[in-house]
């Protein structure tokens, strides 16, 4: 039976839905987030609104899809949850952390014993929040571009890459590298600087929330938020196997550096949906894991049906 025989959408529901989706998701797990952090348990609550979130979106796909390609199965469900569980960490997954959050609770000592540095930690919050979105973001935009750009840092980022398809369950798809290089150049400055734990796990909750909204298959239409955010909208440019288009939008939270470094692109027509990529990948997931450690000889004796391709980068 179909999905809308359960819950009729009328067109101008659709239409006012699809605008109004994206910044009440973001402000509703942001407050629930802040409850958690106010009531001295952020992990709880942050689990508590990354589970909403999932729920929500995985609800949404199926009634507002942005592409109904993208429902059929592309048989690499059980590889992005395995990636997802080895890049962010088995107990951070099994607690539904799906960031960066769990690790800063063993950062803590570090971040505490640093010095205060230039960081303002008289300012408000909320300030303090979002200068450290635009200073982790930095890091984030330029860990991201150079694995477009540089072939040894390419080799890991290409499992992300290699996705046909783009929903919510494929957000945490990363090799364990890519992760780990992503979050020393997001995170180390800003302990460097001294900024606060309580400010590092926020930003940890935002790059969690966006990055699940980015990679959803919604239909949900961002207007002026694509010049200030990291939107589906923007993100699917990314994932285009066109390289003119999918070496843009780097940005994971916020966008000002892509504006900024001139990688900004949100055309007024339609992204591709035939997503991907040109690079040979296996399909099973221990493959995937080992495959950018191997040399052209040995990837041929694990895939006899691979052909090399030399590295190629593009941007106009």
Known sequence: MATEAFLPLTTPMKTFLSWMLWPLLVITCLLIT??????GSPVLYFNFAYLFLIISLFTLEKFMPFEKEWEQPDGQTFANIAHTISSKGTVQLLLLWGGVIGL???MKPLADSTP???WPRDWPLALQVIMGVYIAEFGLYWAHRLSHITPFFWRFHAIHHSVTKLWFVNTGRFHFMDSLWKIMLSLTPLLLLGAPMEVIQWIS??????????????DMKCGPLNYIFSTPELHRWHHSRDLSEGNRNYGENVILWDQVFGTFINPSYRPPTDIGMSDYLPTKFLHQLAWPFLTVKARQRLAPDYVYKPFVYEEK
């Open 116 to 118: 205060y540095g230039i």
């Open 205 to 218: 909750a935002v790059t969690a929330f966006i990055g699940l909204l980015t990679h959803c298959n919604v």
């Open 34 to 39: 802040a409850y958690g952090m106010a009531a």
């Open 104 to 106: 800063t609770e063993y």
